[in-house]
T-cell receptor
Framework: DVKVTQSSRYLVKRTGEKVFLECVQDMDHENMFWYRQDPGLGLRLIYFSYDVKMKEKGDIPEGYSVSREKKERFSLILESASTNQTSMYLC?????????????FGSGTRLTVV | GNSVTQMEGPVTLSEEAFLTINCTYTATGYPSLFWYVQYPGEGLQLLLKATKADDKGSNKGFEATYRKETTSFHLEKGSVQVSDSAVYFCARMNFGNEKLTFGTGTRLTIIP
């Protein structure tokens, strides 16, 4: 069964810590995405990547960075975690030439910053 | 800009009731339209899609028709079940741009 795997289901971190959220897909997808999900706001795009070592800012990139060293792995980095980054983080991937298939999502990482 | 507006929730219905969740989009570009569903504790799953005007997407008894004249993509189901309880997201993707833009989500609860 094809999937997108996020390394942690729940995380609790302290303010100021550097936080890494990992995402791995086994579908050979070119595109990978990081969203955060907040009540009343839906899903907002943080960063995305169309290829290895390539990244582009989404709608809310401030306070985040990303890394894509291998095609299957896309990491989200919180350089210095803050309480307003407490959220559900969702990783997704897709083919670049078959957008009609939509995205495949991971199960999410619920991050709490205290 | 490119946006999607969907009806506020939560929505609570009795089993076997008729469901409509409204979704409208801004008429920029030539978007493909999607409905995603998120069951408790899970990520989002693609429920159905439509890529051009008058297309009808359908899956698991759910339907949505791409209406260009009203810029709408309302989700409907004739008889809901308890297992349909979830959060439903409307989304769009413009041609040539592979980013999905989501609505705020509608939480649906079906009571027996």
């Amino acid at each position: 069964d094809v999937k997108v795997t996020q390394s942690s289901r729940y995380l609790v971190k302290r303010t100021g810590e550097k936080v890494f959220l990992e995402c791995v897909q086994d579908m050979d997808h070119e595109n990978m995405f990081w969203y955060r999900q907040d009540p009343g706001l839906g899903l907002r795009l943080i960063y995305f990547s169309y290829d290895v070592k390539m990244k582009e800012k989404g709608d809310i990139p401030e306070g985040y960075s990303v890394s894509r060293e291998k095609k299957e792995r896309f990491s989200l980095i919180l350089e210095s975690a803050s309480t307003n980054q407490t959220s559900m983080y969702l990783c997704a991937s897709s083919f670049s030439d078959r957008v009609e298939y939509g995205y495949t999502f991971g199960s999410g990482t619920r991050l709490t910053v205290v | 800009g490119n946006s999607v507006t969907q009806m506020e929730g939560p929505v609570t219905l009795s089993e076997e009731a008729f469901l409509t969740i409204n979704c409208t989009y801004t008429a920029t570009g030539y978007p493909s339209l999607f409905w995603y569903v998120q069951y408790p504790g899970e990520g989002l799953q693609l429920l159905l899609k439509a890529t051009k005007a008058d297309d009808k997407g359908s899956n698991k008894g759910f339907e949505a028709t791409y209406r260009k004249e009203t810029t709408s993509f309302h989700l409907e189901k004739g008889s809901v079940q308890v297992s349909d309880s979830a959060v439903y997201f409307c989304a769009r993707m413009n041609f040539g741009n592979e980013k999905l833009t989501f609505g705020t989500g509608t939480r649906l609860t079906i009571i027996p």
